[in-house]
């Protein structure tokens, strides 16, 4: 497959150990959060979203918490697994924008045996 | 498997030359965006159509158009090719364009401008 972002941050944890990933957004406007999981040679896929009502929401082993107050967003994954290898992205839009999703740079997440 | 069809998933053209790039969204979505992937510019907003009309512009060039029809796929076309117009072009669609839903991407199309 293709990479993707060949310089990006990379996140190396061990298999099965709890990973966090974050980012900071940059329109205090944005109401409308999403993080995807980009895998060599297909497109961003959708993990969960969060809508800025709320701080915190939780899916099967991955939790999304927002922090308005200082523009942070974080997934953390849970018992991390070798099928979680990718690179996630981050992605914020704002009502009225017409979810015109702005990405992140993407960080790359590397699980080891 | 997003249900979002890109075709074709590989083009290696000239520079000069004009390609066209094809979307079905996803059944019952109505919003078709697309997004150009360059290793060193991540994913940029190129443009929003919802139900047969454009809504939203981003980083699109002059040389770049798009089209969605009244079956609701959509193409873009990209003419006058340059090198640095190599990137993955990926198509993505929504049941609504107002905000606040997923968009559920397709794999997309790898552009090679030679």
């Known amino acids: 497959g293709e990479s993707v972002g060949l310089h990006l941050p990379t996140l190396s944890v061990q298999e099965g150990d709890n990973s966090i990933i974050n980012c900071a957004y940059s329109?205090?406007?944005?109401?409308?959060f999403i993080w995807y999981k980009q895998e060599s040679g297909k497109g961003p896929q959708f993990i969960i979203d969060?809508?800025?009502?709320?701080d915190k929401r939780q899916g099967q082993r991955v939790t999304v918490l927002l922090n308005k107050t200082v523009k942070h967003l974080s997934l953390q994954i849970a018992a991390t697994q070798p099928g979680d290898s990718a690179v996630y992205f981050c992605?914020?839009?704002?009502?009225?924008?017409?979810?015109?999703?702005?990405f992140g740079a993407g960080t790359r997440l590397a699980v080891h045996p | 498997d997003s249900g979002v069809t890109q075709t074709p998933k590989h083009l290696i053209t000239a520079t000069g030359q004009r390609v066209t790039l094809r979307c079905s969204p996803r059944?019952?979505?109505?919003?078709v965006y697309w997004y150009q992937q360059s290793l060193d510019q991540g994913l940029q907003f190129l443009i929003q159509?919802?139900?047969?009309?454009?809504?939203a512009k981003g980083n699109i060039l002059e040389r770049f158009s798009a089209q969605q029809f009244p079956d609701l796929h959509s193409e873009l076309n990209l003419s006058s090719l340059e090198l640095g117009d190599s990137a993955l072009y990926f198509c993505?669609?929504?049941?609504?364009?107002?905000?606040?839903?997923?968009?559920?991407f397709g794999n997309g199309t790898r552009l090679t401008v030679t």
């Open positions: 993505a669609s929504s049941v609504n364009g107002g905000g606040r839903s997923p968009l559920h």
């Open positions: 329109n205090s406007a944005s109401d409308y």
């Open positions: 969060i809508r800025s009502n709320m």
């Open positions: 992605a914020e839009t704002r009502s009225g924008g017409y979810n015109k999703l702005i």
């Open positions: 059944s019952g979505d109505l919003s």
């Open positions: 159509y919802y139900n047969g009309e454009e809504r």
